[in-house]
């Protein structure tokens, strides 16, 4: 019953609390705010430790199982527990902490990073094609705004009725009125979906943060 | 029935011909090229133009001038916040930006306040932000302060409404804010001149939201160019009131700065692997309707080609 409640308790009392300092500008108030937000903080802090021990427990277990890819969760252990090591022992300004994090760890994410360049290039070969309508424009906008975005949209383009159309000034216009248009409608209804479930949470109406499949009421 | 019309040994009945199993002859090289070419012409095209470096032309976009406006309205002594939004997998497309923006910050005599909202972010922070220091002599606690990384990006983004020596007690490197001279007369959005969040992910809009909508900070950004795409929306409503897309974004800059680097010597890279992409799509689509026109992909053949472009 408590394991219930008492979030659903807590979700009320702190939802409609920061629901209303928005618009109480009293001093009391703007403390309780600075407090619920430094807790913010040290709940997030405390769920950042409780995912490396997660990790940390996964790859530990995939270990000793000796199970299929143990060699790379025994990387990644060492990996983890190595850079602690070298943050603790010699300091987070310089050293080894620091090398590490500039000889192997931004070179290879930035490696696997570019490799999509090469998937990309072979994706939109074999996938991109003019199969209908929809397909079509999608795919004439999406080669117009990639040749725009670069300066080979400057030099690319025509002459129609005295002026000039380059590429990069149709890759513009579509990103500044269709795609405008679109994201805006998007961000109209993100916003409008996440006002309901806010309210719905705060409500108690919506349960499913709680880890239950289905909400309290009024479906999910 | 032809050869293209064969499946290949082993292949499932009704599957889309690769390469192996593929058409001969100039349609068939059209339609099924095998990507291990596509490989090579795409390291080919970035590489060439990075190695030989080609001088294009760079036009300014409307959003990297009203970027470069905001910055040039600043008076030396103003205090800017800089958050370093990224990680080291976005850092080819992200750093040249970085360094053209410190590097005007720091002529222009702005100090600066940096932060990042990623792990990730602090190693490219502290680098970014030492060597340009390095390059302008500045010194830390009175031209510049790193303040490091905050857990909880939304909280730390409100919080710094409130209070940045209450959200940081202390720096990067374990010093408390509250001795830091830069910040003795600078404790929140109220004191900062303009906010500048150089992102590989929505964060830029989160500013937006949280320092921009709650506090009404003046904010600019910098973004990968995937994610420009998002921000238009939030340029043309004011919000954010200029931004650099992607390294083209880079490029724009370093011209207006006359300070040409990595973006503009990229742009050749980034043009040659834009067109061949390009190309492909375009050589993939007629070696489709050359052999649809043909009639050599019919019946289950075709629809699973078809279903395959669909999934």
Known sequence: MIQRTLPIAFAIVFGVFMLAQYFVPHPWVAR?????????????????????????????????????????????????????????????????????????????????????????????????????????????????????????????????????????????????????????????????GMISTSLRIILGVERAYLGQSRSGGGGS | MSEIQRPAPGSAPGSAPGPASGPRGSLGVLAALDRRWIYLAMALAVAIPMLAPVRLPIVISKEVEAF????????????????????????????????????????????????????????????????????????????????????????????????????????????????????????????IELLVSIAGSQLSEFWAAYAGARYGQRMVSGNTAIQAIFIYPFYQSGQIKGFLGGLKGAAEYETLIERPAFGVRGMGSQSAGHLLIVALVIAGNVGYFLMRRKGLLQGNRLRAVERKGRS
């Open chain 2, 68 to 191: 470069h406006r905001e910055i040039e309205a600043l008076a030396p002594g103003d205090q800017v916040l800089f958050s370093f939004d990224y990680e080291p997998d976005v850092m080819a497309e992200l750093d040249p930006m970085t360094e053209a923006i410190l590097d005007r910050l720091f002529a222009k005599g702005i100090q600066v306040i940096a932060m990042t909202n990623y792990a990730g972010g602090v190693g490219i922070g502290q680098a970014r932000l030492e060597a340009a220091a390095r390059r302008h002599g500045k010194t830390y606690g009175t031209d510049y302060v790193f303040l490091g990384y905050n857990p909880d990006w939304s909280g730390t983004m409100l919080r710094l409404g409130e209070s940045i020596k209450a959200t940081f007690p202390v720096d990067q490197f374990g010093r408390p804010t509250a001795e830091i001279p830069l910040l003795a007369t600078c404790d929140a959005y109220r004191d």
């Open chain 1, 32 to 192: 309780g705010y600075n407090t619920v937000l430094d807790w913010k903080q040290i709940v997030f802090g405390c769920t950042l430790t409780l995912g490396v021990f997660s990790l940390l427990r996964f790859h530990g277990r995939k270990l000793l199982r000796r199970d299929p890819g143990a060699l790379f969760s025994g990387v990644a252990l060492v990996s983890c527990i190595a850079t602690v090591l070298a943050g603790i022992f010699f300091g987070i300004e310089g050293g080894p902490y620091r090398w590490l994090f500039e000889r192997v760890q931004a070179p290879m994410q930035a490696t696997l990073f570019s490799m999509l360049a090469f998937f990309v290039a072979s994706a939109s070969y074999r996938a991109f094609r003019a199969r209908s309508a929809h397909a079509t424009i999608l795919l004439v906008a999406g080669c117009i705004v990639m040749l725009g975005r670069v300066p080979a949209g400057d030099i690319l383009g025509f002459d129609a009725g005295g002026a000039r159309y380059s590429l990069a000034g149709i890759a513009s216009w579509i990103l500044d009125i269709p795609n405008l248009a679109a994201k805006r409608g998007i961000l109209i209804g993100v916003g409008l």
